[in-house]
Structures are given as C-alpha cells and as structure tokens.
C-alpha cells in the first residue's frame, strides 16, 4: 500500500468510523471524514491533522440521500480506499410493526451503502486501482428472530460485497468485507453483551488496517466468529425454527 494514499470514511460519526480513520491517519494517510452534520466533525479534524500530521477533512453525506453521483463528483479526487461504515442497528420489535422504522434499517444497512459503493467501483475501474471497504456483520450469516430485519440487510450487504469483489478481482480493485460481531460502540450501549465476544471499535480498525494491507477478502474480527456462525448455519431447519436465537 503506497504511503500516501488518501482514505475516505463514510459514516465517519460512528465510534468505529473514528477509530478506522484515527488508525489509517496514524500511518501516514490523508483522511476524509463523511457523515451528516459534517461540520460536527471539525474537531475530529483538526486533532487527526495536528496528531497525526495528515491532511484531514471533513464532507456532507447521507447514505440513503440517493446521492452517490453527486457526492463523488464533489470530492477534489476520487480517494485511493473507501470504507463504508455506515449503519442502523434499529429495534427488531420497532421493525417488525414499524413498515418506515423497518424500511430505514435496510436502506441504511444495505441499499444505501451498495448503490455508493456501485458508483466508486466504477470510478476506481476507469482508474485501475483502489480499494473498497464494507463494515457488514455475523448478524448477516443466518436470519435469527432476535435481529432478522437488521441481518436480512446485512445479508445482502455482504452478498453484494462478494459479488463486487468478484466482478473486479482481475481489475486491481480490492473488496473487503469485514464482520466485526458484537462491538463495545454507543450503538450497543446498555445492551447486554458477552465480554468474550464483543470487540471495541479499536479492534475493528486493526482488523481493517491489516485487511487493506495484506490483501484479505473477508475477515471476522474476532475469530472465535467464523466458528459460531458456521455453527449456527450448520443447524437443520426444522431444528432452527424451535431456537430462540
């Protein structure tokens, strides 16, 4: 990876969006900060440029706006890697009743995230390079009635994801799809959560940094993960339908 090369976060207000750009920032990259309420960010940016002595900055996005052509034709350059953090965790009882609580979920999850996704592959294909990044999650494995709103839309994401890696592994463009699990973030704040298990956001950005650098495909970041879930989908149907998962 060559040292200069400039990483845009989008969804850059989550606590792992911060914690990815403070890490590729700390080796040397300059960092573009995407989020709504962009200029909220500004104290983010000036303690990235001063720490780290990066050029940092920080730009307007909405992962559901629609606005995937008008947001990259915005941008000064097209970034060398894109990370896309952006999600909703939302409440599975909300979801279930709640046709627009339920809609929002999966747009921010998965569509959103996929059609500006869609528009950077194809800016990074007529350019020959770069990478792509896909936060996505376990929860995505197999549908479970505790979250299957919010996994049913990380399902698709991480199908997307493989698809585009696919699609663009003879292009030199790298997809990465990482599953953190469960993850210490204000996002599962008070939720009830197994310390074996859950991961902080500084975890989740090592496990980025390394992905981008040594060329992974897909990571779990803590792999006791991989294990669980194979598990999980490794249990017959009719089994399934009588666990409380």
Same mark, same amino acid.
């Given at each position: 990876? *060559?040292?200069?090369?400039?990483?845009?976060?989008?969804?850059?207000?989550?606590?792992?969006?911060?914690?990815?750009?403070?890490?590729?920032?700390?080796?040397?990259?300059?960092?573009? +900060?995407?989020?709504?309420?962009?200029?909220?960010? !500004?104290?983010?940016?000036?303690?990235?440029?001063?720490?780290?002595?990066?050029?940092? =900055?920080?730009?307007?996005?909405?992962?559901?706006?629609? #606005?995937?052509?008008?947001?990259?034709?915005? +941008?000064?350059?097209?970034?060398?890697?894109?990370?896309? %953090?952006?999600?909703?965790?939302?409440?599975?009882? *909300?979801?279930? %009743?709640?046709?627009? /609580?339920?809609?929002?979920?999966?747009?921010? !999850?998965?569509?959103?995230?996929?059609?500006?996704? +869609?528009?950077?592959?194809?800016?990074? &294909?007529?350019?020959?390079?770069?990478?792509?990044?896909?936060?996505? =999650?376990?929860?995505?494995?197999?549908?479970?009635?505790?979250?299957? *709103?919010?996994?049913?839309?990380?399902? #698709?994401?991480?199908?997307?994801?493989?698809?585009?890696? !696919?699609? +663009?592994?003879?292009?030199?463009?790298?997809?990465?799809?990482?599953?953190?699990?469960? %993850? /210490?973030?204000?996002?599962?704040?008070?939720?009830?959560?197994?310390?074996?298990?859950?991961?902080?956001?500084?975890? %989740?950005?090592?496990?980025?940094?390394?992905?981008?650098?040594?060329?992974?495909?897909?990571?779990? *970041?803590?792999?006791?993960?991989?294990?669980?879930?194979?598990?999980?989908? =490794?249990?017959? &149907?009719?089994?399934?339908?009588?666990?409380?998962?």
């Amino acid at each position: 990876m *060559v040292t200069n090369q400039s990483v845009l976060i989008l969804g850059a207000r989550s606590d792992i969006g911060r914690a990815i750009a403070h890490t590729f920032a700390g080796h040397g990259r300059p960092i573009v +900060l995407a989020a709504r309420r962009a200029a909220d960010l !500004n104290v983010d940016v000036a303690d990235i440029s001063a720490r780290y002595q990066v050029a940092a =900055s920080a730009i307007e996005f909405d992962v559901i706006d629609g #606005g995937a052509t008008r947001f990259f034709d915005s +941008l000064p350059e097209l970034p060398d890697v894109v990370v896309m %953090v952006a999600g909703l965790l939302g409440d599975q009882a *909300v979801n279930e %009743v709640d046709q627009d /609580a339920a809609m929002r979920v999966m747009a921010t !999850n998965y569509t959103g995230p996929a059609c500006y996704l +869609l528009e950077v592959a194809r800016r990074m &294909e007529a350019r020959g390079s770069g990478a792509i990044v896909g936060i996505s =999650s376990v929860a995505g494995d197999r549908g479970r009635r505790s979250n299957f *709103v919010y996994g049913s839309a990380k399902a #698709g994401f991480t199908a997307f994801l493989s698809g585009l890696r !696919n699609r +663009l592994a003879a292009q030199n463009i790298q997809v990465v799809t990482i599953k953190p699990g469960f %993850v /210490a973030t204000r996002m599962t704040a008070g939720m009830k959560l197994p310390p074996a298990l859950t991961a902080a956001p500084q975890e %989740v950005a090592d496990a980025t940094w390394r992905a981008v650098t040594k060329g992974s495909d897909v990571v779990y *970041v803590r792999s006791v993960w991989r294990l669980i879930m194979w598990i999980i989908r =490794s249990i017959p &149907e009719r089994l399934f339908k009588r666990l409380s998962l």
